[in-house]
């Protein structure tokens, strides 16, 4: 586990804190209220400074912060406060919105994507997002799980591979295997994998994008509000799932499900309206002992 | 979408008095014109009197019927033009039986002697409408594409409109450049020995065609859901590999409705055949041969209509039968298809 | 597994740029070889023009060269790793096939024209076309890619730039066909060749792999709208070209003095004359008919039957398309009726204009009159309008928010009233885009009116319906007043599309010329009316968004 370093908050600061964010609060008055969350190692994610504008919309302000390997992070705080937005930033979604403009950095393994020269395919290969309502392909089960790396030249099946002595056809079924064992989905759909995606029910379709990002054997995994449209049963079998991959991948989540954030976590980002980084540190101490006023009046549920 | 209101006036005797006295003077209308056209103004200003009448006294009922009627006459439109063009047309299909369009060896069409085999004509709609396809579907659908996903703003507004008024040029325009340009340069440069060739009409119909395969593809090509297409791009497929792989798929029936409704297009198109291909009823020699010249369908139709009578002109409204049952059959089948898209995507066209 | 693995990928790539311009430079050429044979087709310059010292041939036989040494450096450059390139294990079975293809054309041309194999040539073609999909498929995707192109460059750069295809060359694929010559070869040539030099540049400077051949796919779809815009462009242009100036012959203005006042002045014995200026304007073309004694023969009257053509379809078309489009949507349940009625309007929607024609020849024209005539013209186009109009009408119907309605219906307004008062008036700028854009449409209809409405190929003068008279008689009612003429209703009538069909069907070596200037005039009124209907569409949706 990684070890917290906590810089006390000043008395004033504590005074200040009001549970709306006050108009003319500036960045550095809430930056103030920071904790320096610190650990050990390399971030494997690490943004530093990061504005969105939408138009004239400015959607997130200077968010900085460092995500260690091999964890969960949740990012949590009302809806529209630029969560999500922050989530597409660490794979470059945000530039398929023409009008959104993103300034400041982000680095993946030291190495900075917001720079010419970046291969977005790569950077979607390594960083694997799944997203708020699931999104299968109108595909069969095999071909939704295959399709990334088919689409990266890795599976290749057909009359012609077969010709020529190179057909990935046991790659694919193994690819298949593993990854929905790894979505906990394996057992419920082993027998129907060329069933069309569409007729699985949505906590499956949810655990088969799961699967399927996987499947590009990605290092960061982004979770955007996974398990928010589905039952509580499927939920808590997702929840369970995150768990267990924090073990081997870097997962991001977003959530407006405070409990859940607790329960899954091992660290917490919490964002406040008009996209501001209010606290973010270890989750335990988030919850019990925030640092930051507001940040403990969101938590107790005075607003949001 | 029946409100309240409606239903409320229901069951007050008199209205529905109003509504039968319209629907029978408009059928007794349309009956007398059909049958006695003499006669036709008496039971219209009945129409006229009773449609008054009803405005002032009830207002609602009147105006809920007249639009029924007005609904019922597109179908009865539809019913008259089968009706009168098979009506028309039987004679030629006495004279001839069957043959008229499984005759398969010259000679066709001989009037004098009450010929009348369709078979030339019906293989030159085919190869035209062939030829026009292999131009119209594969162009038409990487414009749909272009213009919905890989074009910068400025070039689709540009684009767009542009689309739309190549689809409104004239068919006799089209048909008067391919009579004074393309025509002469088939015989100068490429020695084609007639003035006037498949070819030429199968290329011109393509470009006439294009528009209307453009149009319906881009609409269902625009209409996949924006997260199928960022869950593709997410697992780090370029553009070009999710359309192919995710969005075409996915509009697959709205891009075939669109190429068959290029079809049906290409099929009834007239004036451009009429003035391009020469006026002979014979099978290219060989059968392939994509540079000889006979006649459409449509050209036939066109260019005879003048001189024909009695069973020339029968024959005349048999092609006109065999085109409207053809077209027909394609839009009622690309209805079905885009019914079935609809239905496939979740409903969320 | 494949013979070589594929080579794992950096986040972020350097020396992308050399690859890249080497890519671009390729493309340059291959696009210019594709407009060089286009300049051939439209006979802008012949094979043998000379332009910077060589001929065409020479300079298109040069770039296919260059362009086969390119790929072949393209492809030992990034096999050697000198560029950064991420090529995956294949070159694919689409560019396989394609390669194939222009193996095996390319074959059976040697082998039926050269060696002269009558029938046999298929052998040797198949076993090229499958030797050449090999080449491209097994190999790394930057060979793969690029060596079969590489030697289909060198091959038509040597046949051109060696006289191998010489001047006396002929081939007539189908017999009784077309005879293609050199020249000919050369077009299809550099036309294929162009946009096959083109795709493998663009997908090679790409660095290959999957963003390479989105980089080719882009090219071959950017060309291809280029070419769309371009060919509108061209159509219009040659059209506006031709036809300006017969259409503008004879056009005179002028300024005349009208007297207004005048009075006799005694002292000099003369009238003084008091005048105002007036203007007056005279455009043959579009205000004389054909006639003998006319300087300017013009297409008067077939403006007018176009007009009137146009005015009583919409009386017709308008009202009753949308009353069924209101009823269909605010009346009418969802069953058995409203399908048939769809089936029906899509069945309208998509008849030939032709067969339209032989409809009203077979209803209409006996019971008005037995001839053709105005009113027939306007029933029939009005037939084929009406489609339209219910279908837009519709989309434009089903555009007013339910808010609308239910506010009005809140307020206990009848649901006639709401829809007169509510929903109409609100639907009401797309009805009528939909109506301009239908008019634009059947405004060019040439099929139906001839058979229907036609009357003679070069008439003088115009139907005579709007003349309104008014005048003092001498008995009771002691006014008449004549405002619609009815009997040249039922008359045969010119219109523009039927007049420039007359024309050509007349002949055309002697009025070539007034041809065009009908085709202008047709081209302008319908792509007038399209332009105003696109217009008014983006202005309302404008407005709407606002």
Redesign the interface.
């Known amino acids: 586990m990684s070890e917290t370093h906590a810089t006390p908050v000043s008395e004033q600061d504590a005074d200040q804190a009001t549970g709306q964010t006050t108009p003319g609060e500036t960045n550095e008055q809430v930056q103030a209220e920071w904790l320096e969350y610190e650990f050990q190692g390399d971030a494997k994610v690490s943004a530093t400074d990061v504005n969105v504008h939408y138009g004239d919309d400015h959607a997130l302000h200077d968010i900085s912060m460092d995500i260690p390997e091999h964890s969960v992070t949740a990012l949590i705080g009302p809806s529209g406060c630029g969560k999500s937005t922050f989530l597409r930033c660490l794979n470059r979604m945000n530039d398929r919105i023409k009008s959104a403009r993103v300034d400041g950095s982000v680095e993946l393994d030291g190495m900075e994507i917001y720079q010419d020269g970046v291969n977005l395919v790569e950077l979607r290969k390594r960083v694997g997002m799944v997203f708020q309502a699931p999104n299968p392909f109108p595909k069969s089960i095999r071909d939704n799980i295959s399709y990334g790396p088919r689409k990266h030249g890795e599976i290749e099946t057909g009359l012609v591979s077969r010709l020529l002595g190179r057909d990935d056809q046991e790659q694919e079924d193994e690819l298949v295997e593993r990854t929905l064992r790894q979505a906990a989905l394996w057992d419920e759909v082993k027998d129907r994998l060329d069933d069309n995606a569409l007729g699985l029910s949505g906590g499956q379709q949810q655990r088969l994008c799961i699967a399927r990002a996987l499947a590009t054997d990605p290092e960061v995994l982004l979770m955007d509000e996974p398990a928010s449209a589905l039952d509580p049963i499927a939920t808590s079998k997702i929840e369970d799932l995150i768990e267990e991959l924090a073990e081997d991948y870097t997962v991001i989540v977003v959530t407006h499900n405070m409990q859940q954030a607790a329960r899954i976590s091992d660290q917490t980002a919490v964002f406040l309206t008009g996209g501001h980084l209010v606290e973010y540190g270890d989750t335990e101490q988030i919850f019990e002992n925030p640092e930051s006023q507001r940040v403990e009046d969101y938590i107790t549920g005075k607003f949001g | 979408m029946s409100t309240i209101s409606d239903r409320v006036q229901i069951g007050t005797g008199r209205p529905s008095v109003v509504s039968a006295a319209l629907a029978m003077t408009i059928a007794a209308t349309v009956l007398a014109f059909l049958v006695v056209p003499g006669l036709t103004v008496y039971p219209l200003v009945a129409f006229m009197v009773v449609a008054a009448y009803g405005w002032y006294a009830h207002q609602e009922e009147t105006a809920r019927s007249l639009m029924f009627v007005m609904t019922a006459s597109t179908v009865l439109i539809l019913a008259l033009i089968t009706v009168y063009l098979v009506v028309k047309s039987i004679p030629a299909f006495r004279i001839m039986g069957v043959d008229i369009v499984l005759k398969t060896n010259g000679p066709f069409w001989n009037p004098r002697e009450k010929l009348y085999a369709l078979f030339p004509m019906i293989w030159g709609t085919l190869i035209t409408t062939l030829i026009a396809i292999c131009i119209a579907a594969p162009l038409g659908v990487a414009g749909a594409l272009f213009i919905s996903e890989i074009a910068p703003r400025w070039a689709r507004e540009l684009l767009k409109p542009a689309v739309e008024m190549l689809a409104g040029i004239p068919s006799i325009v089209y048909g008067f450049i391919g009579f004074v340009i393309i025509n002469p340069y088939m015989m100068n440069e490429l020695s084609v020995s007639t003035f006037g060739s498949l070819i030429a009409v199968g290329i011109v119909i393509g470009v006439m065609a294009l528009p209307t395969v453009v149009s319906v593809a881009e609409d269902a090509i625009a209409s996949v859901p924006g997260p199928m297409k960022d869950g593709s791009l997410a697992l780090g497929a370029t553009n070009w590999q999710t359309m192919t792989d995710v969005t075409i798929p996915a509009a697959f029936s709205g891009v075939t409705a669109a190429v068959l409704l290029g079809v049906g297009r290409a099929i009834g198109e007239t004036m451009a055949a009429t003035v391009i291909l020469g006026h002979a009823q014979v099978l290219p020699e060989p059968l392939y041969n994509v540079f000889g010249n006979t006649e459409t369908l449509t050209s036939l139709i066109a260019s005879q209509y003048g001189i024909a009578s009695g069973s020339q002109l029968s024959a005349l409204f048999a092609a006109g039968v065999v085109l409207f049952v053809t077209v027909l059959v394609i839009s009622i089948a690309s209805q079905r298809i885009e019914a079935r898209m609809k239905q496939k995507l979740g409903g969320e066209v | 597994?494949?013979?070589d693995s594929?080579p794992t990928?950096?986040?972020?790539?350097?020396g992308?740029g050399r690859l890249q311009t080497i890519g671009y430079v390729l493309q340059a050429v291959a696009l210019l070889v594709l407009v060089a044979s286009f300049a051939l087709l439209f006979e802008v310059v012949d094979a043998q023009s000379l332009v910077a010292g060589q001929s065409v041939l020479t300079w298109m036989g040069l770039g296919f060269g260059v362009l086969g040494l390119g790929f072949v450096a393209v492809a030992g450059l990034s096999r050697a790793d000198l560029v950064e390139s991420?090529p995956?294990?294949?070159a694919g079975?689409g560019a396989?096939i394609v390669y194939a293809l222009i193996g095996f054309v390319v074959v059976g041309l040697v082998s039926s024209q050269t060696l002269g194999l009558q029938t046999l040539w298929v052998i040797p073609a198949i076993l090229a076309g499958g030797l050449v999909f090999?080449g491209a498929?097994?190999p790394r995707?930057d060979i793969g890619s690029t060596l079969p192109a590489a030697g289909f460059m060198v091959f038509a750069g040597t046949t051109f730039l060696t006289g191998t295809i010489g001047l006396d060359w002929t081939w007539q694929p189908?017999?009784?066909?077309?005879?293609?010559?050199a020249?000919?070869a050369l077009i299809v040539t550099g036309f294929f060749g162009g946009l096959l030099g083109a795709w493998t540049a663009a997908r090679a400077g790409n660095g290959f792999?999957?963003?390479g051949?989105?980089s080719g796919?882009?090219l071959?779809?950017?060309v291809?709208?280029v070419a769309?815009?371009a060919?509108?462009f061209a159509?219009?242009t040659?059209?506006a070209v031709r036809g300006w100036a017969p259409m503008t012959r004879g056009i005179k203005t002028g300024i005349f003095w009208e007297p207004v006042y005048w009075f006799y002045f005694q002292p000099i014995q003369e009238y003084v004359i008091f005048q105002i200026p007036g203007l007056w304007f005279y455009w043959p073309f579009t205000m004389e008919g054909a006639a003998l004694m006319n300087d300017i023969n013009g297409v008067a009257p077939a403006i007018i039957g176009t007009f009137w053509l146009v005015v009583g379809a919409i009386l017709f078309a308008v009202?009753?398309?949308v009353?069924?489009a209101?009823?269909?949507?605010?009346?009418?349940?969802q069953g058995r009726f409203t399908q048939?009625?769809?089936?029906?309007?899509?069945?309208?929607?998509?008849?030939?204009?032709?067969?339209?024609?032989?409809?009203g020849?077979?209803?209409l024209v006996?019971?008005l009159g037995n001839s053709n005539s105005i009113l027939t013209g306007m029933l029939v186009l009005g037939?084929m309008l009406?489609?339209l109009v219910?279908i837009t009408s519709r989309e434009s119907l089903k555009s007013v928010p339910d808010e609308y309605?239910d506010a009005s219906?809140a307020l206990?307004?009848?649901?006639?009233?709401?829809?007169?008062s509510v929903v109409l008036p609100a639907a009401m700028p797309g009805v009528i885009t939909g109506v301009i854009l239908g008019v634009?449409?059947i405004?060019?209809?040439?099929?139906p009116i001839?058979?229907v409405t036609g009357g003679s190929p070069f008439p003088s003068t115009g139907a005579d319906i709007f003349d309104p008279r008014f005048a003092f008689t001498g008995q009771f009612p002691w006014v008449s007043l004549n405002i619609v003429n009815v009997d040249p209703l039922l008359q045969p009538s010119s219109a523009l599309?039927y007049q420039?069909?007359a024309v050509?069907s007349a002949g055309?070596s002697e009025n070539?010329s007034f041809?065009w200037g009908t085709?202008l005039v047709?081209?302008l009124v319908?792509?007038g009316?399209?332009?105003i209907g696109?217009a008014s569409r983006a202005y309302f949706r404008r407005k709407l968004q606002a």
Do not use: C, H
């Open positions: 597994m494949a013979v594929t990928n950096d986040l972020v790539q350097e992308t991420t995956i294990k294949s079975v396989g090999l498929v097994y995707e189908i017999p009784n066909g077309a005879v293609f010559d020249s000919m792999g999957s963003r051949r989105q796919a882009y071959l779809v950017s291809n709208a769309m815009a060919l509108l159509l219009v040659f059209v009202p009753l398309g009353g069924a209101v009823f269909l949507t605010e009346y009418a349940e048939l009625v769809e089936i029906s309007t899509n069945g309208l929607w998509s008849t030939p204009s032709i067969v339209y024609g032989l409809f020849l077979a209803l006996p019971r037939f009406l489609p219910v309605r219906a206990g307004v009848s649901q006639w009233q709401t829809i007169k634009g449409r405004a060019g209809e040439t099929a001839l058979l599309p420039l069909y050509i055309l070539l041809a085709a047709l081209l319908v792509l009316f399209y332009a696109i």
